[in-house]
């Protein structure tokens, strides 16, 4: 009986914490800048408290805004062969059943993946770039010039320059998001995509719900939380802080450009360690 109550009381202080974060602190949307802020308001308003935040106006003279078009792109880096991402479902790096599967990568050219994106080409599955090693600057280094090198007032407040940047384009379907057994996807000679085991990685931890369609059974607390909902539109910007779980979709093909700024390993990722631990605590027992 005193294991039950003390458990009792440990939920109640995890439940607690969180309501109280969205009263003291949290917004109730992602609130909206008008125009890029200074690195000192950034740190003090976005980056201290690790809130999100859209800027609007804030890389409105990039050329790639207005030359980043198909034919632009066929011409400036067709024949470049790149890393485009295969999934059957537009899912890469996600959970699929017991296993993290992560999307068959394939080596084609610019022009070839503008094909099957446009529709002139039929292909079966999901096809998008969606490299995290600097890809822009690694294999498309012919576009930099269309983009600055890194945001300056969020480099100054951080005082560094970003880690990578990275060029996403894909279609509507494509999608980003225990211990799961690692794997990839590879399509057949007759077009069905089948789930390969790396049976010699080790598991990777990673969040097993879906947003769109939680299991409500087997992930109850998951009624507690009070997702954010944002859409950023062309020649807009997000900051994402770190330790911020997210899920993006797109309403239709697009083009983003990544600035990674890898995280600081400070107060704010011990206190997440904590509470991630406790949570893990009550929901094993």
């Known amino acids: 009986m005193e294991e039950k109550l003390t458990l009792d009381a440990l939920k109640k202080c995890l439940t607690d914490c969180s309501q109280e974060a969205r009263e003291l602190y949290l917004n109730q949307s992602v609130p909206y800048l008008e125009q ?6 950034f740190y ?4 201290g408290p690790n809130k999100p935040c859209i800027i609007r106006n804030a890389f409105s003279h990039w050329p790639a805004l207005s030359r980043w078009t198909p034919s632009y792109l066929r ?3 067709g024949s470049k062969v790149i890393s485009v991402a295969v999934t059957p479902n537009g899912y890469a790096d996600a959970v699929s059943g017991e296993r993290f599967v992560m999307p068959e990568e394939r080596q084609m050219s610019f022009s ?10 039929e292909k079966e599955g999901v096809f998008y770039v969606q490299k995290q090693c600097s890809n822009l600057t690694e294999e498309l280094p012919e576009l930099t010039a269309d983009v600055e090198p890194h945001v300056s007032w969020m480099s100054q407040a951080l005082g560094k320059l970003p880690d990578a940047v990275n060029f996403w384009l894909g279609e509507a379907s494509a999608v980003t998001s225990g211990l799961y057994q ?3 996807y590879r399509q057949r000679a007759d077009g069905v995509f089948e789930v390969v085991d790396q049976t010699h990685s080790e598991k990777v931890p ?4 879906d947003p769109l369609n939680p299991d409500l059974e ?7 939380t009070r997702p954010l909902h944002c859409t950023v539109k062309a020649g807009e910007m997000l900051y994402l802080p770190s330790l911020w779980f997210h899920h993006v979709r797109q309403s239709h093909g697009c083009i983003a450009v990544n600035f990674w700024y890898d995280m600081e390993y400070d107060i704010k990722y011990n206190y997440f360690q904590l509470l991630e631990s406790l949570a893990g605590v009550t929901g094993s027992l």
């Open 36 to 41: 890029a802020p200074s690195p000192l308001e």
């Open 44 to 47: 003090r308003d976005w980056i």
């Open 75 to 77: 011409e400036t880096v």
């Open 112 to 121: 070839s993946l503008l094909d099957v994106l446009e529709g002139k080409v």
């Open 182 to 184: 690692p794997a990839v």
């Open 206 to 209: 990673w969040i097993p719900l």
């Open 218 to 224: 087997r992930y109850p607390d998951y009624r507690n």
